[in-house]
């Protein structure tokens, strides 16, 4: 029997069956669309396998409260069909499974405490920096949420002073996510990150926005590690000038680890959710 993991995101859907070393035995990936379409093909999928649990980590926001009228929805998305949709439910009617449910980024700190980057330390924060901008912390093996899960991509910051662009969030124009996410660059210049020069300007922008939210982070958590995943991190200009912003902000008030063991890449790269996906079944089924 498998584990099976759902990383459901705003872009594509990753669906994925594992043994119980957290080992991928299959994976599929396929564009989110509307979510009757999107969960066909999932289930297309997922029915082939003998499943034990099933973790699903999901684009945000959710309601992630046990007992809640809403648990297992997706809530205020500005994704077209999603906002209000039960998630979780749909997934245990079809299966009749243990599962477990968090955001896509949680479970990516999941993974990354576990058996990653973050391995063997107490407290791991992950920020994905792609379509969007989200953030999840764990502490000691153990998913940090209160009445409901972070929204980290949504903080306010300091707008760099040769920076005029209005911001790209529906809801906060200018917090973290609508000046440092994806869709900024292409409002900013009309092209993707990938497509733009490395000693563009933007990537000052964007790594000043980032290491204005690390700094945040960490004054409040104080975590062992931060791991920054998600395409836009993939630009070979932006980390190196995160690390060299961040000890400016900081000051020397507080003492960090040495940054570049503070800061890192994800070390599962793309397979981060997944592996989440399979710990969160896994705890799932023990809760069970």
């Not at 029915?47 to 992630?64: E, H, Q, T, Y």
Request: aromatic share 10%; glycine share 12%; proline share 7%.
């Amino acid at each position: 029997m498998y584990f099976g993991a759902i990383e459901a995101g705003g872009t594509k859907f990753v669906c994925a069956v594992g043994n119980d070393d957290y080992e991928v035995v299959e994976r599929i990936s396929f564009p989110t669309t509307a979510p009757e379409e999107t969960l066909r093909r999932a289930f297309a999928f997922f029915d082939r396998f003998d499943l034990k649990a099933i973790g699903i980590g999901s684009f945000g926001p959710i309601d992630v409260t046990p007992g809640s009228r809403t648990y297992g929805y997706i809530g205020n998305t500005p994704k077209p069909f999603w906002g209000k949709f039960d998630l979780l439910g749909s997934v245990q009617r079809r299966y009749g499974l243990p599962a477990g449910w968090s955001t896509d980024v949680n479970i990516a700190a999941l993974s990354e405490a576990a058996v990653g980057a973050g391995k063997g330390l107490d407290s791991v924060l992950y920020l994905t920096v792609g379509t969007g901008i989200g953030g999840g912390a764990v502490i000691r093996g153990r998913i940090l949420e209160g009445f409901s899960h972070p929204e980290m991509g949504h903080i306010r910051i300091r707008r760099h002073p040769l920076d005029f662009f209005g911001g790209a969030c529906p809801y906060h124009r200018d917090c973290l996510e609508g000046m440092a996410a994806g869709p900024s660059i292409e409002a900013r210049l009309r092209q993707k990150g990938g497509e733009i020069d490395p000693d563009h300007e933007v990537w000052d922008y964007l790594a000043d926005y980032l290491a204005q939210a690390l700094y945040n982070y960490t004054m409040t958590l104080r975590p062992d590690i931060i791991v920054l995943g998600g395409g836009v991190m993939k630009s070979p200009a932006l980390l190196p000038k995160v690390k060299a912003f961040l000890p400016e902000l900081i000051a020397s008030y507080v003492e960090i680890p040495p940054v570049d063991k503070y800061l890192v890449h994800p070390q599962l790269a793309d397979n981060a959710g997944i592996v989440g996906g399979f710990i969160l079944a896994e705890q799932a089924l023990d809760e069970r």
